[in-house]
């Protein structure tokens, strides 16, 4: 398929849906290489708020997104192809049709109230981004903040867009309840990396005050270099490291790029197309890192990568943690100040 790039998108184009017979592809008379793609909203209807994860190379059970769907633009995201599910393309339309949730923070407050509820920590949000630039005036994600504190119900975050700090008073009382950690998730500090790679997050100085900020307010915040694409930003991994230290981060992860269906030629189109010169190297190594292939999907390698590169990048990643210490201190977050449904008094009687 013909890549007609927009300026301020990740994607160049719409990959047909695995799951339709019939496409549209823009003719290259048709294309506008100025052309505005506007960012289109929709209701989401979904009626429970909590998805449940049982994959054993994740770390939270329980997963909660306000939207589906992320303007972010990342080219390397994972979640794309879930867009097809909602008869979307994973390229330009996951970037550009947006399904909202305006009754999350009900339905999750619901979840709350059920007796078979256990206080658990869940992930906000491990598909796509709390905070893209539409909880800028949605605040669904606050919301939702409100709702966690309501119940003492401890929640995990993790984000690429500064807008985080906007919420920095919700979460300093979680905090104070040991009920929250955040994360930022900083890929690269090459300004121009990071607008071709995830156009519309937030820049890498802003993301750094960002966790300055958080930190600053007794929030347990840290970082993580997700992807680590190899070839392309794994040397910046000491430099990001040495950064986010100084800025306040107490904890680090990272994952290694994953390509699940589309993604794969989302990805290498945009490659090719952008870092011409590189493509070749970096290609290779995810084959280096992938057993010859481009993904792999199987548990206990997906996130990690397997051979010689791989376990060069985790030995760096571990002895720059260990250098500017980070991940010394377990964290836990509190599951025993749970309150309950609000009437669960009324009960005894």
Known sequence: MTSHPSKSRGAGYNPTNRFETKSYEIL???????????????????????????????????????????????????????????????????????????????????????????????????????????????????????????????????????????????LSELASLRLVNAIMTITTLDKHLQQSMEPRTSSPEQKLKAIEALAKAGINVGVSLSPVIPGLNDSEMPAILKRASEYGAAFASFTMLRLPLSVNELFVEWLQRKYPDRADKVINRIKDIREGKMNSAEFGKRMTGTGEIADSIAQLFELTCKKFGFNEIEYRLNKDIFIGKPNDQLDLF
């Open 28 to 170: 290259d008379e048709e294309f506008d290489p100025d052309r505005k793609i506007v960012t289109q909203y929709f209701r989401d209807t979904s009626k429970s708020a909590l998805a449940k994860n049982d994959s054993p190379d994740i770390g939270f059970t329980y997963d909660l997104n306000p939207y589906r769907g992320c303007e972010h633009g990342c080219i390397y995201c994972y979640a794309r192809p879930s867009h097809e599910y909602l008869g979307f393309s994973s390229g330009l339309d996951f970037e550009t049709k947006i399904m909202v949730k305006p009754d999350i923070h009900l339905l999750l407050e619901k979840e709350f109230q059920k007796k078979s509820w256990k206080p658990s920590a869940v992930s906000l949000a491990g598909n796509t981004d709390c905070y893209q630039p539409i909880e800028r005036k949605l605040e669904l994600t606050r919301k939702c903040l409100e709702v966690f504190l309501k119940y003492r119900n401890p929640v995990g975050i993790i984000t690429k867009n500064a807008l985080i700090t906007r919420d920095i008073d919700l």
